[in-house]
């Protein structure tokens, strides 16, 4: 075997075990999102977001705080970049949420719900905590 062939090889090899991330659920390994498929479920619900603005289901203050800071992303994984995702939003009144399922991945946009939650008076001013996992 030439030595060309042989590093060819390796290099593939390397390259496909060393920058597949995997997750382990219930003694299961799975494939997790790559870090620019998770950037880009964000940044479809940053899309939708202006669909909501449009429709007014979200204000104009909530649309702002979206743009402009980072959601929370918590993925629960069924299978190899396969389960849920929930992208989020915490403002001082409202909890907005976009959800997916099934295929993370699709080259379409994946099944996405939209919700919104009053957050009690009590806990306004707390925010969430960044150690939490899946935060």
Partial sequence: MKLSTFLFA?????????????????????????????????????????????????????????????PSVRIQYRGDRFGTATVSWRTKERLLEFRYDDDLTRKIIPKCSFATSIIPERERGIRPDKSLPGR
């Fill in 10 to 70: 390796f290099c593939t090899a390397l390259f496909i075990s060393g920058c597949t991330s995997t997750v382990t659920v219930d003694g299961v390994k799975y494939q997790a999102l790559s870090k620019s498929q998770t950037a880009r479920l964000v940044t479809i619900s940053r899309a939708s977001m202006h669909e909501n603005l449009k429709k007014q289901l979200v204000t104009r203050q909530e649309y702002h705080y979206a743009m402009h800071n980072e």
